[in-house]
């Protein structure tokens, strides 16, 4: 299983703005544990909020290495907060749209606006906001030591921005 | 025109309450961040960029809460910061009192220091600069 819950990035402002979409899918694995049909109730397959809560800190998190060119380790470090209006269903887009408030050497902080878009109608609606911090672990660390290579921003990360168009 | 004392705790309160999560209530002058109010190592950042965005102000690294002093194997033996460290807080933290803590100057004790008033104090010195 690949962990990048982003299908692509429609634009990347430095240190200012991420946009980036995940497709639904009934393909998915996880969407069929949860939740699966009990008793009476039919199953009642959606992206868990866990998951888009790990796609906004992937959004968030691409837009805070790239403002540094992904020389720093950016960890998510605190959900300030996440509420959710709607469920994401097979046959819809979610689109993540993370927005910088704060960037310096030690971390960042990000307010995330979440869409859901109807496949049908193209029309988007809201489906959560998620605002996250992010660590520069090797500047918060003292005494403690990483991997030298970046870890954080694997190739799959690397691939996601070649794919999106991003250099 | 210059924030009151009041006025500063007031807005210091709503940070806080926004940042940790926690009731307006709990936020008393006295409230330690970490042992009253559960506040963990990445609020200090949260803390810090919400009370600049406040107030408008500037706080740089190791500013509110200097963690250069502990760091410092010169100024630190056996758990208990140094004569030497002690001076060398109280110079980069002139916000904090830090007259109780010095009886028994243990790190780890170190955290008690930093409460609500103490917060208060900090922003106040930025706002006079």
Redesign the interface.
């Given at each position: 299983m690949r962990w990048i819950w982003l299908d692509r990035i429609l634009e990347l402002e430095r240190g200012q703005r991420c946009v980036a979409i995940k497709n639904v899918s009934a393909a998915e694995e996880v969407l069929h544990d949860h939740f699966p049909k009990t008793g009476n109730h039919p199953a009642l397959p959606v992206m868990p909020n866990t998951l888009i809560i790990e796609g906004m800190a992937q959004t968030a998190g691409i837009m805070v290495g790239h403002a540094r060119d992904f020389k720093e380790k950016v960890i998510l470090?605190?959900i300030?907060k996440a509420t959710f209006t709607d469920a994401a269903t097979p046959g819809t887009t979610i689109r993540h749209t993370a927005t910088m408030?704060?960037l310096?050497?030690?971390?960042a902080?990000c307010a995330g606006v979440v869409e859901l878009i109807d496949s049908a109608t193209g029309v988007a609606k809201p489906l959560a906001h998620i605002d996250l911090?992010f660590?520069h672990v090797d500047q918060?660390m003292?005494?403690i030591a990483f991997p030298e290579h970046n870890f954080v921003f694997t190739d799959q990360f690397m691939d996601l921005l070649a794919r999106s168009g991003i250099n | 025109m210059a924030l009151s004392e009041q006025e500063i705790f007031e807005q210091v309160q709503t940070v806080l309450v926004d940042a940790l999560g926690v009731d307006e209530d709990e936020v008393t002058p006295e409230a330690k961040l970490d042992a009253d109010l559960g506040a963990e190592s990445i609020d200090y950042l949260d803390i810090a960029f919400r009370l600049e965005k406040q107030f408008n102000i500037k706080i740089g690294e190791s500013e509110m809460f200097d963690q250069s002093v502990l760091n410092d194997p010169q100024y630190v033996q056996d758990g208990v910061v140094t004569p030497a460290g002690i001076a060398e807080l109280e110079a980069k933290m002139p916000h904090a009192d830090l007259s109780q803590w010095k009886q028994d100057p243990q790190v780890e004790k170190l955290g008690d220091v930093f409460d609500v008033q103490m917060l208060c104090k900090f922003v106040q010195s930025k706002l006079g600069e």
């Open positions: 470090a605190k300030n408030l704060n310096d050497d030690r971390g902080s911090m660590s918060n003292q005494g | -």
